[in-house]
């Protein structure tokens, strides 16, 4: 078929054109995904001496070994769990700097699915100095849930409050202000709880930190305002309009009605960023237990993503309307670290060698180095039945 046919017909050519698109977004789907060689070469480019045995094997036989010596690890980990027994074969970091234990931190953790993530993501941030709240979506399967419980139950040793899931039975959905309650819910259970921590980590599942906790702590001794790390930004028209009209939950989704909202509480400045926060002990009580806090907590409830405007906006509020520091420097010491990093499928700056979801890649091995040269403390999104290669890797890299 010559081009000039070929380019009048508008179906064909409006398919090819979507399909090209696949190809730019979704690599992997084009058969694009690099070989391990190439992954090496590329980190080599870019200065980056880290490694691990999953990229060092060139044999298909070999590197099949060791994927599957760790599935199998896993699987055993697994089996123990649903037979109530604590597994042998827990693979934390056992040597821990007086900085780590001179700064205990809490973490909250929402989850839904996937232990095997679950499992390595807990392995890679636990330390038996630190205090763990698990918030489970209440949807999730029984034999999930069942599976983190007796997972913390086996660290936690005598100690009933240092790793637990949480009171909360909330049904967490995408966009909706279940995610803020789960977290804040979290918050609330570590808050009371008799073990001493410096500074709230909120984190997901399906997240993965991109440094150790040595060099999380290190990062917060930099910190140089009273809250922490709160990643946060002025609002654009888009954005302001989630708190214009009322939203509610029509089958799990997010619905905007008709209603218009009344004006933020207390003349408060409305912010956004990312949910994830690394934030002090004394502002952590600030968020749950002042007016303020209260107050823009109950106005968020029917707000699209409130779990982006919370922390943000009080951040900013606490240090501003206390005097400490004016709105610029404020805005810049918040901004000073990302406790979350994402590859946006729009991102002109980096392919997704994984797949796109809402809008987010969801990464496979050949994003590592993509990834390795980002500045933050966790790399949003991994599913091991997508790749469960890259999360082994980064396991064995943070440990480096």
């Not at 899931?165 to 570590?190: A, P």
């Not at 930004?233 to 989630?242: I, L, Q, S």
């Not at 218009?260 to 956004?272: D, F, H, Q, S």
């Not at 805005?331 to 809402?358: A, D, H, S, V």
């Given at each position: 078929m010559s081009f000039v046919r070929w380019k009048k017909n508008k179906q064909v050519l409006f398919i090819v054109s979507v399909?090209?698109?696949?190809?730019?977004?979704?690599?992997?789907?084009?058969?694009?995904?690099?070989?391990?060689?190439?992954?090496?070469?590329?980190?080599?480019?870019?200065?980056?001496?880290?490694?691990?045995?999953?990229?060092?094997?060139?044999?298909?036989?070999?590197?099949?070994?060791?994927?599957?010596?760790?599935?199998?690890?896993?699987?055993?980990?697994?089996?123990?769990?649903?037979?109530?027994?604590c597994p042998e074969n827990l693979n934390f970091i056992g040597e821990i700097s007086s900085s780590e234990k001179n700064m205990p931190l809490a973490f909250s953790i929402m989850a839904h699915r996937d232990f095997p993530q679950f499992l390595k993501l807990f392995e890679a941030i636990y330390r038996p100095q630190n205090v763990y709240c698990v918030q489970i979506d209440s949807k999730s399967k029984l034999e999930f849930r069942k599976k983190v419980d007796k997972l913390l139950s086996c660290v936690r040793a005598n100690e009933e409050e240092r790793a637990?899931?949480?009171?909360?039975?909330?049904?967490?959905?995408?966009?909706?202000?279940?995610?803020?309650?789960?977290?804040?819910?979290?918050?609330?259970?570590?808050?009371?709880?008799?073990l001493p921590w410096n500074y709230y980590i909120n984190i997901v599942g399906s997240e993965f930190p991109l440094v150790g906790n040595a060099q999380l702590v290190s990062k917060l001794e930099s910190v140089r305002n009273p809250i922490g790390f709160?990643?946060?930004?002025?609002?654009?028209?888009?954005?302001?309009?989630?708190?214009?009209?009322?939203?509610?939950?029509v089958e799990d989704y997010v619905v905007r009605t008709k209603i218009?909202?009344?004006?933020?509480?207390?003349?408060?400045?409305?912010?956004?960023g990312l949910k994830n926060v690394a934030i002090s002990r004394e502002f952590s009580e600030f968020c749950i237990n002042s007016e303020e806090g209260q107050d823009l907590r109950e106005w968020l409830l029917d707000v699209q993503t409130s779990i982006e405007h919370f922390y943000?906006?009080?951040?900013?509020?606490?240090?501003?309307?206390?005097?400490?520091?004016?709105?610029?420097?404020?805005?810049?010491?918040?901004?000073?670290?990302?406790?979350?990093?994402?590859?946006?499928?729009?991102?002109?700056?980096?392919?997704?060698?994984?797949?796109?979801?809402?809008?987010?890649?969801?990464?496979?091995?050949g994003d590592l180095p993509s990834i390795l040269q980002m500045d933050g403390?966790?790399?949003?999104?991994?599913?091991?039945?997508?790749d469960f290669s890259i999360v082994h890797c980064l396991s064995e890299m943070i440990r480096q």
């Open positions: 399909i090209a698109l696949c190809c730019l977004v979704i690599t992997s789907i084009c058969g694009l995904q690099p070989t391990r060689e190439q992954i090496r070469e590329k980190l080599k480019t870019l200065g980056i001496e880290n490694s691990c045995k999953v990229l060092e094997c060139d044999i298909t036989a070999t590197c099949d070994t060791v994927l599957d010596q760790e599935v199998n690890r896993i699987q055993t980990i697994e089996d123990d769990l649903a037979n109530e027994r637990f899931l949480s009171k909360s039975n909330i049904s967490l959905v995408w966009q909706h202000s279940s995610l803020l309650e789960g977290d804040l819910s979290c918050l609330t259970q570590l808050l009371v709880n008799r709160v990643h946060i930004k002025y609002p654009h028209k888009e954005v302001a309009d989630r708190w214009k009209y009322s939203h509610i939950l218009e909202k009344t004006l933020p509480p207390n003349g408060i400045k409305m912010m956004y943000p906006t009080l951040a900013l509020y606490y240090l501003t309307h206390k005097g400490i520091f004016p709105e610029k420097d404020a805005y810049e010491l918040l901004n000073e670290w990302k406790m979350r990093q994402t590859i946006w499928f729009n991102n002109p700056n980096f392919n997704c060698y994984g797949k796109i979801k809402r809008e987010i890649c969801v990464l496979s091995l403390y966790m790399m949003n999104k991994f599913d091991s039945d997508l």
